[in-house]
């Protein structure tokens, strides 16, 4: 991202305005109307603190998160069974938004809301997600992905090859057999890992002059799967609201 001098918005409206994958650290905002923003960070918790009228929410924010999601608030677990008894939880959570899923007409699972990605997509990011920092970080797969994996928006402008990735929309059925043999991989490999295994270096995928332990891999799949599945519920009520509406 370009770095740019602060700039001074005063007495200015950015009512309806859309930031993605953008900058706003450190944003100062004073005076401002606020009704009906909607913030979405899924690095909140790692950040500063956020100021809502010189309260941090972070902690009210995370707190709530766990609320609606049972078994979220085990995703930074640090033993091989804290670890099995996290991917527990994530995996029947997906079983169940899986499930509400298949309850909709077949196109709705490839339907954007708001411009975000399908159900379909999400699945299919959740198998790369996986190729990157278990198959490629920490099993040292040369190329690890699987050709229905869904490459974040940056793959592509940072230089990385998308031709390893198929064209088109895959059958559901495909997506599903994907996605199920990662989740498989991932609960093999925490199943046998040992606490010693856990602190063992890896270069980081996307970093290579830098390195990172084995548990922060598996920590970084067990965010991407939360925080995805965030979006997933999200979308899947803004689909059955609609559907609802259409009769």
Do not use: K
Not at 6 to 15: A, K, Q, V, Y
Not at 91 to 96: G, H, L, R, V
Not at 108 to 136: C, I, K, N, P, Y
Not at 143 to 170: C, K, M, R, W
């Amino acid at each position: 991202m370009t770095e740019t001098q602060p700039e001074t918005f005063l007495d200015r409206s950015l009512r309806g305005a859309r930031f993605d994958r953008c900058d706003l650290s450190g944003v100062v905002m004073r005076g401002v109307d606020v009704a009906g923003l909607d913030l979405d960070s899924p690095w909140l918790d790692e950040g500063e603190a956020l100021l809502v009228n010189g309260v941090d929410v972070v902690p009210y924010v995370e707190a709530e998160l766990d609320r609606r999601f049972p078994g979220r608030s085990l995703r930074t677990a640090s033993d091989p069974a804290g670890l099995l008894a996290a991917w527990d939880a994530v995996e029947a959570a997906w079983a169940a938004a899986v499930e509400r899923a298949e309850g909709l007409p077949a196109e709705a699972r490839d339907r954007q809301v708001d411009g975000e990605w399908s159900f379909a997509q999400t699945l299919r990011h959740l198998v790369m997600a996986t190729d990157v920092w278990l198959r490629g970080a920490v099993l040292g797969i040369e190329q690890p992905y699987h050709p229905l994996g869904q490459p974040n928006a940056e793959f592509a402008t940072d230089g990385y090859d998308t031709s390893v990735f198929a064209d088109g929309i895959p059958a559901w059925a495909d997506v599903l057999a994907a996605r199920a043999s990662r989740q498989e991989l991932v609960r093999a490999f925490i199943a046998d890992v040992t606490a010693e295994e856990l602190t063992t270096r890896r270069t980081h995928p996307w970093s290579s002059e830098h390195t990172v332990d084995v548990l922060h891999c598996l920590h970084t799949i067990l965010r991407e799967e939360w925080e995805h599945l965030r979006f997933a519920v999200r979308d899947l009520d803004a689909l059955g609201t609609d559907l609802a509406a259409r009769g």
